[in-house]
């Protein structure tokens, strides 16, 4: 009887203790989904099968997705992403897309018919047109989500490739495999 | 005043190498012929490319700027002699990428008719903002190798008062010896460049490093010293080691301090120019001379008649590898700059550019194959090597590893790349390829985060704009509900309601006649 | 003065509670990946550790023993190594919301850590005073900390290494474990 009222008291104390502590110590948002988020790319394309790159960050912390989901983030953000949380680096979930070359939109102007559609598609506003205008991209801020091309009546956006000049250059990596179980011959 | 540089000020590792300087510096500087064909790459200095200012068909003359700097980092180019312009073609540039890029092709017209486009200047009567503007105009980036536009250079020094000015005849890379003959044959040139930039910044001193074992370069420079009698020079004898030559390792044999990682020589007070930069800019500010040509060391096992050579920029190097008796049998390799930190270039159908100081030329058995790597043993010899004071050995298994990021927080920036580590490794591990392939990676990746971060910034304020519109246009149906549901609801108010709207659509029906304007 | 350092020595090295004692091997294994994460789990277990030891004394001297109930002691410790923990959780997430996620189930398995428990115990087993349970506690989570370190440090670097294929992972993990085991006995017979 006295061990039972004892163990009831010890775990109403403590019970009552945390109560108290986890109002006092309670946290407001979650940073963790920021810090997640700053690493994604932040094309709002949707390949990832959320409705954007902060719904995928959730569900990333929320471990509802894995960290292989998005491509064109592709290599670096999954490993910057492991790297973050402390999760295991795997290849690009081939489910989702493949890693692509970096493309921007450009409209052809002989087609445009100034119906806005893609502008109202755009999640960067990277468009700039009115109603009965003429539409243009601007490339600089053009992520190439490609979210756009499907809204377009007239079928005249096409996506293409940036140019990597020698800004974009960098040098190849070694070649590691000679070295790998390699004994000294 | 001729001081000897206490050895106990020196920098953590360095190799001694084996020179190979006498092979070219036998005889005197020669001048390279004019060839058939100039061709003048528009981005060859650090920074953004210039922008053309002639088209195809001009006919230029020698010193005639034909390309204009781009933003603040960029330089001019300008026409080594008369020639007809044949356009702006994509050619392969002398580039370890072995991409094509825009150049300003010229046909020499065999004429060396050359234009005054810069009038003299009297170098004693020179202020800052004229310099920099001829030192801009003349189109001069660093010689030494790194080809920073030294208008800007000179700009950012002028800020800091009482900086010492660094004279770097050091040249301390293997087989190059162009800064050598220049101080042997035109070291006045070099201290009165020197000169123009201590009465303009405002400096105390200049520093003149010199390896020791370059006699008649001492010999040359210190009786320039003499005769020019200015107390603010000092020679400093250097010890001969690789990479004593470089920048930040150079301040440190002079003064003992370090140059703090991330930061320029110009924050702790020092300005380091190479002796060509000065001589440029001398004849800019007293001829009028934009930067048109260059002292190139051609050498190697791989080559003739080595020696050094005044080469019009844009002379095709394999022009200037028969100006110097041509190819022996048996060579390989063709390498922009030393056999420390070149480039190998592809062909020889590149041009000379301001940051060629030398072309080497090696032969078969010179050259180590790359596949010959073996595993790392974790020796420690490329760590005690390493004048950046870093750790090779680590950098290497984060690289080998992916992680960028572990490799940036061991000051993977800091790396000079000068190659030491490479030279030492017993496993032939080409280690400064991994840290150049991971420094541009780095450089990528941070561009791709800034990019992001723009387009996740452009992305949340539509969606804010979007809000806003959305509660704006609820707010007004919200409105109108209201104001519907609070008026009467007899058949008299309504007919006064719709009476009141036609008299207002009446009212716009004729001022839109009286104006005229159709819709 | 002297027992307690004995007790630190005889913690940290020579009784080493993970590679001697092989307790509380769950996390060493589970956070060990990273040197960043298995700090943090090393300081949320020293926390751990060291107040419930020092509350497993007090409930077992103050209300157990005088109300003759030492049966309960394993239930009426593992009641408060599982309140401290849950505090502990609520002070990491404020603290560091991301090491939070990053140790994931790791910081509620703290709980089961026979390495807690095991300190409680073993401080009634030996009779120790309020001041030595806490130091003991103490001692023993400076003595896991030291060993997690240590080994996320050598996994760090065995991840970038060159390790045959049958070995990657764990294996090369738990070879590594068994060395640092056998490099611990050398300090026998020290205290």
């Not at chain 2, 020669?30 to 061709?39: E, G, H, K, T, W």
């Not at chain 2, 003499?226 to 690789?242: A, M, V």
Request: hydrophobic letters at 45%; aromatic letters at 6%.
């Amino acid at each position: 009887m006295v061990a039972v009222l004892l163990l009831t008291s010890l775990a109403l104390a403590f019970g009552l203790a945390l109560g108290f502590a986890a109002q006092r110590f309670r946290i407001e948002g979650d940073p963790v989904v920021d810090q997640v988020d700053a690493l994604l790319p932040q094309t709002q394309c949707g390949q990832c099968s959320f409705a954007g790159c902060r719904p995928y960050a959730e569900a990333i912390v929320d471990n509802r997705a894995d960290i292989n989901q998005c491509p064109p983030g592709g290599e670096p953000t999954i490993r910057a992403l492991a790297d973050l949380l402390s999760r295991e680096a795997k290849p690009l979930n081939p489910e989702n897309g493949e890693e692509k070359p970096a493309t921007v939109a450009v409209i052809d102007e002989d087609t445009c018919i100034g119906c806005t559609l893609c502008i109202q598609a755009c999640p960067v506003d990277a468009i700039v047109g009115g109603p009965k205008q003429m539409h243009t991209v601007i490339a600089r801020e053009c992520t190439g989500c490609d979210l756009c091309l499907e809204p377009c009546p007239v079928d005249c956006i096409d996506m293409v490739v940036v140019k990597t000049g020698l800004a974009a250059w960098s040098w190849p990596k070694p070649d590691t495999t000679a070295t790998n179980n390699k004994s000294a011959a | 005043m001729i001081k000897e540089s206490p050895l106990a000020k020196s920098f953590h590792g360095g190799l001694k190498l084996n020179g190979h300087k006498l092979e070219s510096t036998g005889g005197t500087l020669r001048s390279a012929p004019v060839p058939a064909r100039l061709v003048l790459p528009l981005n060859q200095h650090a920074g953004r490319a210039a922008v053309p200012l002639v088209s195809a068909g001009d006919r230029v003359l020698g010193y005639q700027e034909i390309a204009r700097p781009d933003g603040e980092i960029s330089c001019a180019l300008h026409a080594p002699t008369s020639a007809t312009v044949l356009g702006v073609q994509r050619l392969p540039m002398p580039h370890p990428s072995g991409l094509m890029g825009d150049c300003l092709v010229l046909e020499p017209d065999g004429k060396n008719e050359f234009g005054n486009f810069l009038p003299a200047i009297d170098p004693d009567s020179l202020d800052l903002p004229t310099l920099l503007k001829r030192v801009s105009d003349a189109g001069i980036a660093g010689l030494g190798g790194a080809a920073f536009p030294t208008a800007t250079k000179l700009a950012v020094a002028a800020a800091t008062t009482g900086i010492t000015l660094v004279i770097n005849g050091a040249e301390c890379e293997p087989y190059i010896t162009c800064d050598d003959m220049l101080m042997r044959e035109q070291s006045d040139q070099i201290l009165l460049g020197a000169k123009i930039i201590l009465d303009t910044l405002g400096a105390q001193r200049a520093l003149v490093a010199i390896e020791r074992d370059k006699l008649k370069a001492l010999e040359s420079m210190s009786a320039a010293i003499e005769r020019l009698g200015d107390p603010r020079f000092q020679l400093e004898k250097i010890f001969t080691i690789y990479p004593a030559g470089g920048e930040r390792q150079l301040i440190q044999v002079l003064s003992g301090k370090e140059v703090p990682a991330g930061k320029l020589p110009i924050d702790i007070g020092y300005l380091c120019q190479n002796v060509a930069t000065l001589v440029a800019i001398y004849r800019a500010v007293k001829d009028g001379q934009p930067l048109v040509s260059r002292i190139t060391t051609v050498t190697g096992s791989g080559i003739a008649e080595p020696g050094n050579y005044l080469a019009m920029l844009g002379t095709p190097l394999e022009t200037l590898a028969e100006s110097a008796g041509g190819y022996t049998p048996g060579a390989t390799r063709l390498i922009m700059g030393g056999p420390m930190m070149g480039i190998a270039l592809p062909s020889d159908e590149v041009p000379v550019v301001k940051a060629t100081n030398c072309v080497l030329v090696l032969q078969e058995d010179e050259v180590r194959a790359s596949g010959d790597q073996m595993p790392c043993i974790r020796c420690g010899e490329c760590e005690q090597i390493c004048p950046a004071q870093l750790q090779p050995q680590e950098l290497y298994w984060h690289i080998r590893g992916n992680d960028l990021a572990g490799a940036d927080e061991l000051n993977l920036s800091a790396c000079i790349e000068c190659g030491c580590c490479d030279f030492v490794c017993p496993s032939h591990i080409p280690l400064s390829q991994y840290y150049r392939f991971a420094k541009s990676q780095v450089r990528l990746l941070d561009a791709r985060r800034v990019q992001s971060d723009i387009a996740r910034q452009r992305f949340e304020d539509r969606k804010e704009r979007l809000d806003a519109e959305a509660a704006r246009r609820k707010e007004r149906l919200e409105e109108k509900r209201k104001k519907r549901a609070s008026r009467e609801n007899t058949p008299k108010a309504i007919k006064g309601e719709i009476d009141a709207i036609l008299a207002r659509t009446r009212g716009k029906v004729a001022d839109s006649d009286e104006g005229g304007e159709t819709r | 003065m002297k027992e307690l350092a004995l007790i630190i020595l005889s913690t940290v090295l020579v009784n080493n509670f993970v590679l001697v004692k092989f307790l509380g091997l769950c996390p060493f294994m589970g956070v060990s990946r990273k040197l960043e994460s298995a700090l943090g789990m090393a300081a949320a277990t020293t926390f751990v550790l060291t107040v419930s030891a020092a509350c497993s004394y007090l409930v077992d001297t103050y209300l157990l023993a005088p109300l003759e109930l030492e049966y309960l002691r394993t239930i009426a410790f593992i009641l408060v190594i599982a309140a401290v923990v849950q505090f502990t959780e609520m002070m990491v997430q404020k603290v560091s919301p991301l090491l939070y996620q990053v140790l994931g189930i790791y910081l509620p398995l703290i709980t089961t850590n026979c390495a807690v428990l095991g300190v409680a115990l073993l401080n009634v087993q030996e009779s120790h005073s309020f001041v030595e349970s806490l130091v003991y506690g103490f001692g023993a989570a400076t003595g896991f900390s030291l060993v997690l370190a240590l080994f996320a440090a050598m996994r760090e670097r065995m991840a970038m290494a060159d390790v045959p294929e049958p070995f990657q992972g764990a294996a090369i993990a738990l070879i590594t474990a068994g060395l640092m085991s056998m490099a611990f006995l050398g300090f026998t017979g020290l205290v």
